[in-house]
Nanobody, 125 residues
């Protein structure tokens, strides 16, 4: 199975930026849809941004215009650039890979096949 390891989380003030990285054990871009999900204790896991094998990207409405998902295929690395962060976006962020279409996985995290361990993002007001 593909191994995913997240990094880049941390604490920032409201309006700040972070870039999350996800190192994959193989070239996942050609075989999987990839994405970022977040989960806060007591809440269900939520899709944030996903990218399909053809490069198509999809975002949850709340982050459109502020977050950007991208993938560096030669480095087997997935990124999430997060701008203008809000306190309510404090969460554990997870990298994911799945065999289904990215647009589908964004709304159906239960269909994701592979998960990283997560990286914590804290946004203070």
């Amino acid at each position: 199975q593909v191994q995913l390891v997240e990094s880049g989380g941390g604490s920032v003030q409201t309006g700040g930026s972070l870039r999350l990285s996800c190192a994959a054990s193989e070239n996942t871009y050609s075989r999987y849809s990839m994405g970022w999900f977040r989960q806060t204790p007591g809440k269900e896991r939520e899709g944030v941004a996903v990218i399909d094998s053809d490069g198509s990207t999809f975002y949850v409405d709340s982050v459109k215009g502020r977050f950007t998902i991208s993938q560096d295929t030669p480095k087997n690395t997935l990124y999430l650039k997060m701008n203008s962060l809000k306190p309510e976006e404090t969460s554990m962020y997870y990298c994911a890979a799945g065999r289904a279409a990215a647009w589908w996985l964004l709304q159906h995290p239960e269909h994701v096949g592979h998960w990283g361990q997560g990286t914590q993002v804290t946004v203070s007001s």
